[in-house]
T-cell receptor
Framework: NAGVTQTPKFRVLKTGQSMTLLCAQD?????MYWYRQDPGMGLRLIHYSVGEGTTAKGEVPDGYNVSRLKKQNFLLGLESAAPSQTSVYFC???????????????FGPGTRLLVL | SQKIEQNSEALNIQEGKTATLTCNYTNYSPAYLQWYRQDPGRGPVFLLLIRENEKEKRKERLKVTFDTTLKQSLFHITASQPADSATYLC??????????FGAGTRLAVHP
């Protein structure tokens, strides 16, 4: 049971290049999210999905696209990378957390992206 | 706009003491508030959740309070240990459980 995994762990891009970040989960959760984390700032929501085939914009969606073709996967795409997209990207899922007696988010280990 | 504030300065305490971290928010009425722990190079890990109708929640050495009138949550770690050193994030929930995070407070527990 791997939980939430992210691929790749680290990537260097040149300005204008494209790439796709993959998030995979084995918890059968409906909701999935992509956040970015920058120094001195809280995690900010980029896009999210409430189920297979659905996506919606978060707080900072510009320059990113997402797809949720399969329930267990949530892809984040950068069509033309910019230095402002240098960040650490976290994927999360939302589901039942019996320890919390409620539902909380489970985060992946993150992808560190550097755009030169 | 919604705003969440956590102490930006690191909190340094001695082992065995109680650490108290603060989370203040404005322009929001969350149904519940969560605290996460984040270690360097890792994703946030859930610690505690407290609902708007709860005043206090405890889990082992952790305690969270939630004052919806003051729009403030306090997070306490009693009998702190060096292993508690990490960044602690406060998060409020929105629709579809979208989380709004504070920037976090770095805690350093010294032997």
């Amino acid at each position: 049971n791997a939980g939430v995994t992210q691929t790749p762990k680290f990537r260097v891009l040149k300005t204008g290049q494209s790439m796709t970040l993959l998030c995979a989960q084995d918890m059968n959760h409906e909701y999935m999210y992509w956040y970015r984390q920058d120094p001195g700032m809280g995690l900010r929501l980029i896009h999210y999905s409430v189920g297979e085939g659905t996506t919606a914009k978060g707080e900072v969606p510009d320059g990113y696209n997402v797809s949720r073709l399969k329930k267990q996967n949530f892809l984040l795409g950068l069509e033309s990378a910019a230095p402002s997209q240098t960040s650490v990207y976290f994927c999360a899922t939302y589901g039942e957390n019996y320890a919390a007696i409620g539902e909380t988010q489970y985060f992946g280990p993150g992808t560190r992206l550097l755009v030169l | 706009s919604q705003k969440i504030e956590q102490n930006s300065e690191a909190l340094n305490i001695q082992e065995g003491k109680t650490a108290t971290l603060t989370c203040n928010y404005t322009n929001y009425s969350p149904a519940y508030l969560q605290w996460y722990r984040q270690d360097p190079g890792r994703g946030p890990v859930f610690l505690l959740l407290i609902r708007e109708n709860e005043k206090e929640k405890r889990k082992e050495r952790l305690k969270v309070t939630f004052d919806t009138t003051l729009k403030q949550s306090l997070f306490h770690i009693t009998a702190s240990q060096p292993a508690d050193s990490a960044t602690y994030l406060c998060a409020l929930s929105g629709g579809y459980n979208k989380l709004i995070f504070g920037a976090g407070t770095r805690l350093a527990v010294h032997p």
